[in-house]
């Protein structure tokens, strides 16, 4: 996989997160009010960021691990 491809794929993959997580926490959390479509977009555009760093973080420790739990032995 190209540098370039895995940067888009971590842009796209955290950009759902994002949108998703923000989401369905603030519904945990807040519950439905009249104004949660109008909070909601900022919170997932501020979790986007954090979320794309903390791949760039985790990302090679997450496939360091697959690696090692797929590895074929012997």
């Known amino acids: 996989?190209?540098?370039?491809t895995l940067i888009i794929a971590q842009l796209?993959?955290?950009f759902c997160m994002a949108v998703t997580m923000s989401a369905v926490m603030s519904l945990?959390?807040?519950?439905y009010s009249d104004d949660f479509f109008s909070r909601w977009p900022l919170q997932a555009l501020t979790?986007?960021?954090?979320a794309f760093i903390f791949t760039?973080?985790?990302?090679?420790l997450g496939f360091f691990?697959?690696?090692?739990?797929?590895?074929r032995k012997g």
Request: hydrophobic letters at 45%; a positive charge.
């Open 1 to 4: 996989m190209t540098k370039k």
């Open 12 to 14: 796209t993959i955290t």
């Open 28 to 31: 945990i959390f807040g519950g």
């Open 47 to 50: 979790a986007w960021p954090i």
């Open 56 to 60: 760039q973080a985790y990302g090679p």
């Open 65 to 71: 691990v697959a690696h090692k739990l797929t590895a």
